[in-house]
């Protein structure tokens, strides 16, 4: 075999990928949803702040556990987090036809991306409510209240590594198992464990995926943001990446999952390669301002990614950002692509599904996946005039026919994290 031919046998390939999300329970709907322009982002009643602040959020709604997971009795150990990460892994493995007993067992594995799981609200009122006494909470009562009332399998229930566990344990996963949690670069920097643990030949299958509520109604009470859009008259046009009337992000929750797998194997039992990792790229540029890093750690994340795999920027298509309304964020990463892959277009999906952060990356790079595969790539939700501060060119209004078949994932962090992807659409 050629050194060529052996590299090709070796590159880790997608045969699979899952999505529950505001816009759709599958990948078929999301996508479809996103080519017309749609927005889940709506007022999340009856909740508002304890100042009588709105809250706005893109929220998946009539989501049944029953449908998406089994077996059913496992329901009640698993939160609203990782029931939703459970049921896009399942929907990833049916698409690239893995189940338990198909593969290895100990050459696959899975990784995920978390983050702090926050209890609903209801999980905790009644103990809460012991607490209280005429509306004023009695801390001193919690110790003894709590553990006497609480259901025991609390903790385990809500543990960011649980969907890993659990994911792992329906598929007889022996290999590796791990869960990532950086923010909004946890899903990308999944994927990049995945794909390394498959070249260091620790595994040859890998299911990735990632799980996030950043509009979870406890999480709101702690850490309403400022980076929040007050754009409340139209609440659907609220979060506008890139535009000239942006003024913060809107919260949103998500779960995907895909499966990597090793070329050779994936050729060797008949599976159906949608995909190609050509490059990766984890870079990181410091800052005592919040997003102040992110123009730099964009340009050397791009510039490893062309390096790495050869290409010029006539031969990508577009560049999928992180971009999510948050102006100096938006402002940063622009000029960040423009200076690398000036003429290459942009777009961004948060418009239409808010930022769920640590499950951003993943859901983003699925839905530029499926619309590679179709060959249309669905425009930047409410996205109408290029602000004077964002300088590329932005994919709004209609949709975008595929020029080539590459694209860029990029996802940051407030601390200067960037990590961007570089795949093919085999």
């Known amino acids: 075999m050629s050194f060529q031919a052996a590299r090709a046998a070796d590159d880790v390939v997608i045969t699979g990928y899952g999505a529950i999300t505001p816009l759709g329970h599958d990948v078929e709907s999301f996508s479809d949803s996103l080519r017309k322009g749609l927005s889940a982002v709506d007022f999340l009643e009856p909740h508002q702040g304890v100042d009588g602040t709105k809250w706005m959020a893109a929220v998946i709604r009539n989501f049944d556990p029953k449908q ?15 029931q939703l990460a459970f049921g896009a892994a399942m929907q990833a493995c049916r698409v690239s036809g893995v189940s338990a007993g198909m593969i290895e067992p100990d050459r696959l594995g899975t990784v995920f991306s978390g983050e702090i799981i926050f209890s609903e609200i209801g999980d905790a ?139 050779s194997h994936a050729e060797a039992r008949g599976a159906k390669i949608l995909g190609t990792i050509l490059s990766w790229a984890n870079t990181f540029a410091g800052s005592p301002d919040r997003w102040g890093g992110i123009q730099q750690s964009t340009e050397s994340a791009l510039s490893s990614l062309l390096t790495r795999s050869g290409l010029v920027p006539a031969g990508i298509d577009h560049v999928n950002a992180s971009a999510s309304g948050i102006v100096s964020m ?96 085999d």
């Open 68 to 82: 998406h997971v089994q077996p059913r009795k496992t329901i009640k150990v698993m939160c609203r987090e990782i």
């Open 125 to 263: 009122e009644s103990i809460i409510r012991l607490c209280s006494e005429n509306g004023i909470m009695k801390h001193d009562r919690w110790a003894a209240e709590s553990m006497e009332n609480m259901y025991p399998l609390w903790m385990l229930k809500s543990l960011p590594n649980m969907a890993a566990c659990h994911v792992g344990i329906a598929l007889d996963a022996r290999g590796p198992n791990n869960t990532i949690t950086t923010e909004g670069t946890s899903s990308l920097n999944a994927l990049l464990e995945a794909i390394n643990v498959i070249r260091r030949d620790k595994a040859d299958v890998m299911i990735v995926g990632s799980t996030a509520s950043r509009s979870c109604f406890t999480r709101l009470l702690q850490r309403h943001e400022e980076d929040f859009s007050k754009s409340y008259g139209d609440v659907a046009k609220a979060c506008k990446p890139f535009d000239a009337s942006r003024d913060g992000t809107v919260p949103g929750e998500s779960a995907s999952a895909v499966v990597l797998e090793r070329r």
């Open 330 to 425: 938006d402002a940063g990463e622009s000029r960040g692509i423009a200076n690398v892959l000036s003429g290459v277009p942009v777009v961004s999906y948060k418009g239409a599904i808010g930022d769920s952060i640590s499950g951003a990356g993943l859901i983003e790079w699925i839905a530029s996946m499926s619309g590679m595969q179709s060959g249309i790539i669905a425009p930047t939700t409410n996205h109408c005039k290029t602000a004077s501060d964002c300088p590329v060119d932005v994919i709004s209004q209609s949709v975008k026919q595929r020029s080539t078949n590459c694209f860029v994932k990029l996802s940051s962090n407030s601390q200067g994290h960037t990590i961007g992807v570089l795949t093919r659409v």
